[in-house]
């Protein structure tokens, strides 16, 4: 599945972009807000998240991205496009737009909404940055829309030849969006193959995370 293949998974804590170091009460209120995240008690974390110390102490963007979080936990379709629309018409830094945009293309894709797929991936081949080298998550994007929503099977040669110089961990992605090339082409065969591959190499890789 399309969340499996762009290997970009919610994690509620490792993936929010906070910037600059926290006082003891930040801390406090990021563990209090993130423990109600965990355990899935919606009711305390929104009672949390109006508090007035938490939209003080708590960036604005990270408090709409634990926001999308709790969303996403609790799969209410209409706040997790919401906040996806509202942060399309905000300016993020490199870091916030990468986590945003590609858990975007990521959500969108596994919806089949392709006019938000479009814009999101955009969005990603826009993304620059002198620190990282982000080609290849950019080609992965691409090539998830391609075959996912244009169903395009023209880089079939060129996917079974690059997952042969790749570790078998890292191999998934890749393998999942050949096993539906092969469904595009009608070979089911190869298709379920390369299916069960992805599942045991993308298993593998998140046993090791």
């Given amino acids: 599945m399309p969340r499996e293949v762009l290997m970009v998974i919610l994690v509620i804590v490792s993936t929010l972009v906070i910037q600059g170091g926290f006082m003891l009460m930040q801390r406090r209120l990021i563990d209090q ?57 905000r300016r993020l830094t490199y870091g916030q737009a990468k986590e945003v945009y590609l858990s975007a293309f990521d959500y969108f894709l596994s919806r089949g909404d392709k006019q938000r797929c479009q814009l999101f991936r955009d969005r990603i ?51 999942a969006m050949i096993a539906k090339i092969y469904e595009n082409l009608g070979n089911r065969k190869k298709a379920e193959e390369y299916h069960k591959l992805s599942e045991e190499h993308m298993k593998a890789f998140l046993t090791r995370q």
């Fill in 125 to 175: 081949n826009d993304l620059t940055s002198k620190k990282e080298n982000i080609d290849g998550i950019k080609e992965i994007v691409n090539d998830s829309y391609d075959v996912y929503l244009d169903h395009k099977t023209d880089m079939l040669e060129r996917l079974l030849k690059q997952i042969e110089d790749l570790p078998e961990t890292h191999r998934g992605a890749k393998e």
């Fill in 33 to 89: 807000v993130t423990g109600a995240l965990m355990k899935q008690d919606y009711e305390k974390f929104d009672r949390l998240m109006e508090k007035k110390t938490v939209k003080y102490l708590i960036a604005p963007f990270n408090q709409d991205y634990l926001k999308l979080n709790r969303y996403s936990l609790a799969g209410d379709t209409d706040k997790i496009i919401e906040c996806y629309d509202q942060f399309a018409q």
